[in-house]
C-alpha cells in the first residue's frame, strides 16, 4: 500500500443480534492477518435521540466523514428473537426493533453507499461475502479523497 493511499471507512449496521458484533471481530482479524491496518470502533449510542426528529438528529453529522461502505445486516424479527441473549438489552423488544429496521432499511433504499447483507447466512458466509466486499472497495477508494456526510431531509 503506498504511504499516500488511504484507508476505507467501513460500517455495520443492523437490528440487535443480527451478528454485527460477530462480523467487526472477524473483519478485522481478516484485515490485520493480511497485513492491512484495521482497527475496530464502537458506538452503541441509543438513549440521546430516541424518539426525535429524525432531520433534526442527523444535522451534527453533516462534515464528517463519510463511509465508503455500509453494510445493513438485514434480520428477520422472529429469527433475531430468537438467538441468544435477545431481550437483554433496554431496546431488543420487537416494536423497536421493527422501527430500528424501517429506520436502516430506508437509508439503504437512498444511500448509494449502502450494501444490504442476508444476516441468517451463516457465520461463515457472511465472513466470507463481507471480507470480499470489504477487499475490494478498499482497493476502490485507495487513491480516491474522503468525502464528507451532507444530509438533506429524509
Given at each position: 500500500?503506498?504511504?499516500?493511499q488511504?484507508g476505507?471507512?467501513?460500517?455495520?449496521?443492523?437490528?440487535?443480534?443480527?451478528?454485527?458484533?460477530?462480523?467487526?471481530?472477524?473483519?478485522?482479524?481478516?484485515?490485520?492477518?493480511?497485513?492491512?491496518k484495521?482497527?475496530?470502533?464502537?458506538?452503541?449510542?441509543?438513549?440521546k435521540?430516541?424518539?426525535?426528529?429524525?432531520?433534526?438528529?442527523?444535522?451534527?453529522?453533516?462534515?464528517?466523514?463519510?463511509?465508503?461502505?455500509?453494510?445493513?445486516?438485514?434480520?428477520?424479527?422472529?429469527?433475531?428473537?430468537e438467538r441468544?441473549?435477545?431481550?437483554?438489552?433496554?431496546?431488543?423488544?420487537?416494536a423497536?426493533?421493527?422501527?430500528?429496521?424501517?429506520?436502516?432499511?430506508?437509508?439503504?433504499?437512498?444511500?448509494?453507499?449502502?450494501?444490504?447483507?442476508?444476516?441468517?447466512?451463516?457465520?461463515?458466509?457472511?465472513?466470507?461475502q463481507?471480507l470480499?466486499?470489504?477487499?475490494?472497495?478498499?482497493?476502490?477508494?485507495?487513491d480516491?479523497?474522503?468525502?464528507?456526510?451532507?444530509?438533506?431531509?429524509?
Amino acid at each position: 500500500m503506498n504511504p499516500l493511499q488511504r484507508g476505507a471507512l467501513i460500517v455495520i449496521e443492523g437490528v440487535d443480534r443480527s451478528g454485527k458484533s460477530t462480523q467487526c471481530r472477524r473483519l478485522v482479524k481478516n484485515l490485520l492477518s493480511r497485513n492491512i491496518k484495521a482497527e475496530l470502533l464502537g458506538f452503541p449510542d441509543r438513549t440521546k435521540h430516541t424518539g426525535m426528529d429524525m432531520n433534526w438528529c442527523m444535522q451534527p453529522e453533516n462534515g464528517l466523514p463519510k463511509p465508503d461502505l455500509v453494510f445493513l445486516f438485514k434480520l428477520n424479527q422472529k429469527e433475531a428473537a430468537e438467538r441468544n441473549g435477545f431481550g437483554d438489552e433496554r431496546y431488543e423488544n420487537q416494536a423497536t426493533q421493527l422501527k430500528v429496521s424501517q429506520t436502516f432499511s430506508h437509508f439503504a433504499e437512498v444511500e448509494d453507499n449502502w450494501k444490504v447483507i442476508d444476516a441468517s447466512k451463516t457465520k461463515d458466509e457472511i465472513e466470507t461475502q463481507l471480507l470480499e466486499l470489504v477487499l475490494r472497495r478498499i482497493s476502490e477508494v485507495a487513491d480516491t479523497e474522503l468525502t464528507n456526510l451532507q444530509f438533506s431531509v429524509y
